[in-house]
């Protein structure tokens, strides 16, 4: 009989213990579980589902992660190091938890929800050597993410430690920021990219009014959206930048963790017909202010107020830019303003991803659409967000006739404006849906030719040519997507697609590590556990595959080949090939 194949592959693992529990549950057994039991919901386990982590397995004083990159366990530490020490401020030195971390990057092994390994082992023992509050990485680990995080490392040379052979080669991380200076500047730039990158944060809402929030939402989305015209620059996506929303901002962390060149951060004070616009330019290499304004106008006025930001930024990064191309206008008139407040109102709710919300964005978008029949984005949007619902499984019974009432939509939007790359974005989903790749495309691409920063379209452009089989082509798509929106949580999706290409052609292992990533970022994503369930089966997992499987039935219960091949888009040879995975795994 045939052994079973182990599965190996490399993670960041971090590993963290409790400094002196034992004492401490002696000390006061009832209120330090309290304690713990307050910092696990309060900061450990919402800054591990930010930093895209999974728990492993956890210990009465002890917890074992697995992080999707290194510089995510790296930033998750800290985040957890530094957050621990303010809570510990006025707390008795002796009733204080402490942790202390150790990180590596190496090979594992995993089975069912375990892994063990050198990779492993080498975490527990940097752990075990690090201070109270402190933290300790390999030298693998520092030597992929010192060029990449502003965090100083001191070298503490090779240790030998316990059942390591080897000496290991250990670094501190030191929790204070170090000063980027400009000659490292262009660390700040997207990887790839020659074109000034530029994130914008979301305006903060003055108005003391949180019915506003739409508002100042929707004057940062309408900065992103000139910016995004221009061809020469690489502009981070809304579903990116948003995810800053409402927190305490690090311009350079931003611009670190986006992979941008520059900033641009503002606030909104809206009374009655009056509003008043404030924003500023930041370098974030070096953190100098490169240019401040502020408008103050009627609400009439938003739009020109809008354009004449959009022009002040391009010509504060680069004077040029502007004697070669001018900046188009957004083409709307005053009498759009009601309709636009919706528009902005609904996508602010429908990106929350939650099927109450997603279903009020709806509601709204249905009542912008009967009371402005002329205005595109509603159209288009609408049509857009009833595509995602669908996929999502928030209205799947209606899947069919929502796909129809979008293709009428999406045709309305681009009749009423050709250059909305929204509506060639919906008419593509929808040609995708119905297995017509060559026309999806085209309508992806057109949406792309309108705005070449859509991070939206290259993924969807991606997730139909793989669905079909174009792998190859596929795989630049989805990680233009991904590179270009970071954040954004339509990047589960994107991730099905790229296990997706890579499962097609025969690579399971990497079709496995994508399934992965996409069950991470958004676990009710069904999608992501269908393609991880195929995968683990042709990667010669059952186990694993069978495991997937439950869950994916947990989610779905209606789930089988013959629903499959019913609304999964896959076109014939890759649904065959496809479904050959999912019999593997157990499905009927």
Not at 256 to 277: D, H, M
Request: charged share 25%.
């Amino acid at each position: 009989m045939a052994e079973a194949r182990v599965e190996r592959r490399l993670a960041a693992i971090m590993a963290g213990d409790i400094v002196g529990y034992s004492r401490l549950m002696g000390i006061d057994e009832e209120g330090t579980l309290r304690q713990l039991k307050a910092h696990r919901k309060e900061l450990i386990d919402p800054k591990i589902t930010e930093h895209r982590g999974r728990i492993v397995k956890t210990t009465g004083d002890g917890m074992l992660v697995e992080f999707v990159s290194v510089v995510d366990a790296v930033r998750y530490a800290v985040d957890v190091q530094r957050g621990m020490a303010e809570r510990n401020a006025n707390v008795a030195s002796n009733r204080r938890i402490e942790f202390r971390i150790g990180i590596n990057v190496g090979d594992i092994i995993s089975d069912e929800n375990d892994i063990y390994g050198d990779g492993v082992n080498v975490a527990a023992r940097l752990e075990a050597l690090a201070e109270p509050g402190g933290i300790l990485v390999s030298r693998n680990v520092h030597d992929q993410v010192c060029d990449k995080l502003s965090f100083g490392f001191e070298d503490l040379g090779e240790q030998t430690v316990k059942n390591i052979t080897r000496p290991i080669g250990v670094h501190r991380v030191s929790l204070a920021e170090t000063q980027t200076s400009a000659a490292a500047a262009s660390k700040f730039e997207t990887a790839g990219s020659n074109r000034p990158s530029i994130a914008v944060l979301p305006f903060a809402n003055m108005s003391g009014d949180q019915e506003q929030e739409y508002f100042a939402d929707g004057i940062s989305e309408d900065l992103i959206t000139g910016l995004s015209k221009l061809r020469w620059f690489f502009v981070i996506a809304r579903n990116s930048s948003f995810t800053y929303k409402g927190a305490a901002v690090d311009v350079k962390r931003v611009a670190r963790e986006l992979g941008v060149r520059y900033v641009l951060e503002g606030s909104v004070r809206k009374g009655g017909n009056r509003v008043r616009i404030t924003a500023q330019l930041i370098d974030a290499a070096t953190n100098n202010h490169i240019w401040a304004d502020r408008y103050d106008g009627d609400l009439t006025d938003i739009f020109e107020l809008q354009d004449e930001i959009t022009k002040k930024v391009v010509a504060a990064i680069e004077p040029k830019l502007l004697e070669a191309e001018g900046i188009r206008s957004q083409n709307r008139s005053p009498e759009d303003i009601g309709a636009w407040d919706m528009v902005m109102q609904a996508n602010s709710l429908f990106w929350r991803l939650t099927k109450d919300e997603g279903e009020a964005a709806i509601a709204m978008l249905r009542r912008a659409v009967e009371r402005y029949p002329n205005y595109a984005p509603a159209h288009s949007m609408l049509a857009f967000m009833l595509l995602v619902s669908g996929y999502a499984a928030w209205t799947l019974s209606e899947l069919e006739p929502q796909v129809r009432q979008a293709e009428t939509l999406a045709t309305r939007a681009a009749t009423l404006d050709d250059s909305d790359p929204w509506a060639h974005l919906a008419l593509g989903y929808v040609a995708f849906t119905r297995r017509q790749t060559v026309e999806a495309v085209q309508q992806f691409q057109r949406s792309i030719d309108l705005n070449p920063n859509f991070a939206a379209a290259h993924g969807y452009f991606g997730w139909a040519l793989s669905l079909d089989g174009q792998s190859d082509r596929a795989i630049p798509h989805l990680e233009q997507a991904i590179r270009m929106s970071p954040h954004d949580p339509q990047n589960a999706i994107f991730f099905v697609g790229l296990a997706a290409a890579h499962y097609l052609i025969g690579r399971y292992s990497e079709a496995v590590n994508f399934g992965r990533n996409a069950v991470q970022h958004r676990s009710t994503f069904t999608g992501g556990h269908r393609i991880l369930c195929a995968s683990l089966a042709q990667a010669g997992q059952p186990a694993e595959a069978r495991l997937a499987l439950q869950r994916l039935k947990e989610l779905q219960p209606e789930i089988s080949t013959a629903w499959i091949e019913k609304y999964v888009p896959y076109t014939q040879g890759p649904m065959a090939k496809f479904l050959e995975g999912m019999r593997k795994a157990g499905l009927e």
